[in-house]
């Protein structure tokens, strides 16, 4: 499971807490240029198929995250290229993607105009724009009935993100925000966490490959006209 937190309100940055789970065996590079084909785009790359979990584009303001879902978990199509796909077409990436070879997910789509999630559950491709305000993502969807939305959603409401991200420690509790366990001999577990502020011409991120240990969260930020 992944999660995202997102804020949006009129005139404001757009804040977003994005924590990805995944093998601990598979290699990703942190937050940076990567994509020549998309000079301007900061996001983690994954290096075993290129994509990405989150990017962002400063000249634009938007961020785009896939999130996985528990329908079908395979695929002939990475899912790490949405975010890239998403931030080049916006609202008509579906016409470039096809979308029903790959695995379930969720993709949000955020920037200063609001934020659109579409739902991947292998057999329908579901879209809805979100109101103003804060809302949490995560396998089961948008601000879903699940354990780990009911119990973080109030603590994200009332306390500093990075509070509540930090005072956590790696489980494999159904509801645990970070994340460890095996699975085939494999240890599946949060592997990153960023915080993103984001507008049109500004972008900042803090980001941990360890992100439950106070002082191992570092700050880069980015900007364009």
């Known amino acids: 499971m992944c999660t995202v937190v997102l804020r949006s309100a009129p ?7 994005a924590v990805r789970d995944e093998f601990v065996s598979r290699a990703f590079d942190p937050p940076g240029a990567w994509w020549p ?11 075993l198929a290129g994509g990405t979990w989150c990017a962002s584009d400063p000249r634009t303001g938007f961020t785009a995250l896939v ?12 899912r790490g290229v949405l975010p890239l796909v998403a931030l080049r077409a916006g609202e008509t990436w579906p ?9 379930s997910f969720n993709l949000a789509l955020a920037g200063p105009d ?14 809805v724009s ?21 119990r973080f959603a109030s603590l994200f409401e009332t306390q500093s993100w990075y509070d509540v991200v930090t005072s956590t420690t790696p489980s494999d509790d159904p509801s645990a925000l970070v994340v460890r366990h095996e699975v085939s001999g494999d240890i599946y577990a949060t592997v990153f966490g960023q ?27 980015w900007s364009q006209d």
């Open 67 to 78: 999130l996985n879902r528990r329908e079908r978990r395979t695929g002939t199509l990475t």
């Open 114 to 127: 609001g934020v659109t999630v579409w739902t991947w559950d292998a057999a329908e491709l579901r879209r």
């Open 130 to 150: 979100l109101t103003p305000g804060q809302h949490m993502i995560t396998s089961d969807g948008v601000d879903a009935d699940s354990p780990a939305t009911t």
């Open 195 to 221: 915080l993103i502020t984001a507008g049109r011409g500004a972008l900042r991120i803090a980001s941990s490959a360890t992100p439950w240990i106070h002082g191992s969260w570092t700050e880069q930020s």
């Open 37 to 47: 084909e998309q000079p301007g785009v900061i996001g983690g790359r994954d290096r």
């Open 11 to 17: 005139g404001e940055p757009l804040r977003i807490l």
């Open 95 to 103: 016409d470039l993607v096809d979308h029903r070879q790959m695995a």
